[in-house]
């Protein structure tokens, strides 16, 4: 079985069929599979973490940055059909100078980091692991990334325990600051999120992602004002989707003739055993 971010993949699903022995995720999360059940059913899954995916959601994420602070939310081709122009209670703002915190620093949040250098930004980086000190980016606790940050940017897995970006934790953002999201819809309290957004506390967000995907009409990040938003895009390229489905096959091939496949997500399953 081949699945992309918005097929769940269920134990009871798992259950109904009883010849399902392999999972491969396209893309390097897998929440949307019950991980647990797979293991209890003797069933391998896979994930396809592409290199240059990395890349893409990198960029994707600097051009929602810049997309929010330059205001293209309000200044745009609509706009100026309509004979808008330039509006003194719409400056655009700048990356140059500005504090930007990424909260999660793995593979994709380094790369964010990297291409932030070019605009001399402040980079603080907030991780549950240790992250190596550099003079590009200082580690710091969350409390005092959402509090100093003027830009803040999600990188991390999505929690078991609800939002990362909790009402308060949200609440205690910078004033006017813009928040990204290309990890994970479910990380943000968008509730709250909105809210911040209506009173103007919270100046722009830029979200590529979700919770559910596709969002229902209802969605209130879909109405909430001084949005950019993009339908989980960031890695919607050719030569990248034909990376994940040819690794996704070479991990199938590799259980086949080896037994054992790269990037099993639950290798423990080979202790409890294969469904025969």
Known sequence: MLGASGALVTRAIMQALPELRFIAKLGIGYEVIDIDAATECGIVVTNTPIHSEVGLVAEHTIALMLACIKQFHWYNTPYLRQEGWRNPEHLVGTLEGATVGVIGFGNIGQAVA??????????L???VRNIEPTAAVEQVTLEDLLEQSDVVTLHAPPSPNGPL???SRLRSMKEGAVLINTA????????????LLGTGHLSGVGADVFAPEPPPEDDVLLKAPNTFLTPHVAAWNERVRVEMVELALS???????SGRPANVVNPEVFEKGLRV
């Not at 994970?184 to 809210?195: K, P």
């Not at 991990?251 to 003739?257: D, I, N, R, T, V």
């Open 165 to 167: 970006l909790t009402a």
């Open 125 to 127: 980086a907030f991780d």
């Open 184 to 195: 994970r819809g479910a990380l943000v309290d968008n509730v709250a999120l909105c809210e």
């Open 251 to 257: 991990s199938l091939s590799s259980l086949f003739e």
């Open 114 to 123: 990297r291409r932030l250098s070019s605009f001399e930004t402040r980079i």
